[in-house]
């Protein structure tokens, strides 16, 4: 069944020629990732979809990304997402019913949020969540540049409230010098996010309580334990991972930045990579050539479940619809929401 998809997307894809462009992100599995015009990480993913002229755009990534995709887009075009259940469990930590209730309840404790507090939100997140930014002076951001928005976040207000990762918000402060006691977490399903008026005002950073369930399996011990065996080896995490992780990691970046760092490096070096586990394979094969060897952190399996949902048979579906003249699982942002968000995006492109 599967050399059967395999054919169908080649044939579909032969129909539609350049009227279809295929995105795929690092994470997709590699009998999807094989049919990838151009690959990259949220950030350059971003860009690409609003570079290109192809009529379709069919997103192999997961929901959020392919909304990105939609509003950066040209209103002609259209984003196409291969299976409509393919989202992001870290995105759906954060929704507008409880940012809109923690905005109140900011405005309760220190009288005007939006002349305090400019709302980050990670990209992993809804389109609705964006046009909040967009309608509030805030901004989006990426694992790739979390820290010159951060900058820009800090240089119009004196707080952030960043969502819905708490650890890229962590790591990002960190990074910037921000004490730790300075960067408090809101628990949306907490009234005031369990924090003191006191802790509240106190507070640079909110951090929302959210985080990606790959991710969080990588532990610091995990690093530790592999040091004792390998001491020259070099440790390459995702932002997404806990603090503990990031500090103790060699380097730390998007999945674009751990793909260009290992290929760059010296040949006969060994890595363990705290991502998700597609882009670790993909890499340990490319990499067996030129004697490096790389290593995924965690003891279990960790694949994001949802990034897997875009499968050869749900693109080739999708590919066969589109070359009979069927738009099937179109992404459309509604137009009011996609302007606001449109403000929030274009003020992350202009500063990254
Ligand atoms: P990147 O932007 O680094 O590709 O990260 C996206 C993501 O969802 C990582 O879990
Ligand atoms: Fe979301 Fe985590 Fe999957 Fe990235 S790896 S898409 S953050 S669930």
Not at 44 to 52: D, N, V
Request: net charge negative; glycine share 6%.
């Amino acid at each position: 069944a599967d050399d059967q998809a395999q054919e169908r997307i080649r044939a579909a894809r032969a129909r539609l020629g350049s009227r279809a462009v295929l995105l795929c992100h690092h994470y997709q599995r590699a009998d999807v990732y094989q049919h990838a015009d151009l690959t990259g990480d949220s950030l350059k993913l971003a860009r690409l979809a609003s570079q290109t002229d192809a009529e379709f755009i069919v997103f192999c990534g997961v929901h959020f990304m392919a909304e990105v995709a939609d509003i950066l887009s040209r209103p002609e075009q259209t984003v196409i997402l291969p299976d409509l259940a393919a989202g992001c469990s870290m995105a759906d930590m954060a929704n507008l019913a409880k940012v809109e209730r923690c905005w109140r309840e900011l405005t309760e404790v220190l009288g005007k949020p939006d002349e305090l507090i400019t709302p980050v939100t990670y990209i992993n997140s809804a389109a609705d969540l964006k046009a909040f930014c967009g309608e509030h002076g805030g901004i989006v951001c990426t694992s790739t540049n979390a820290p010159v928005i951060l900058d820009w976040a800090f240089a119009q207000r004196e707080k952030v409230l960043f969502f819905p990762d708490q650890h890229l918000g962590r790591w990002t402060g960190y990074k910037k010098g921000i004490p730790l006691d300075k960067m408090v977490v809101w628990d949306p399903d907490l009234e005031y996010g369990g924090l003191t008026p006191e802790q509240i005002r106190n507070a640079r950073i909110l951090l929302w309580k959210g985080h990606c369930s790959v991710h969080q399996m990588f532990q610091e011990s995990h690093i530790r334990r592999w040091r004792m065996q390998h001491p020259d080896g070099l440790v390459i995490s995702h932002p997404e991972s806990n603090l503990d992780v990031c500090i103790n990691s060699d380097y730390v970046g998007s999945t674009e930045y751990i793909l260009k760092t290992i290929t760059a490096a010296p040949p006969n070096t060994r890595w363990l990579v705290g991502t998700e586990l597609n882009l670790v394979n993909r890499l340990a094969e490319e990499m067996k050539p030129q004697g490096k060897i790389v290593q995924f952190m965690a003891p279990t399996v960790c694949m994001c479940s949802t990034m897997q949902r875009i499968d050869p048979q749900h693109l080739a579906w999708a590919l066969e619809n589109l070359a009979d003249g069927k738009v099937v699982n179109a992404i459309r942002v509604p137009p009011h929401e996609a302007e606001l968000a449109k403000v929030a995006l274009d003020r992350m492109l202009a500063v990254s």
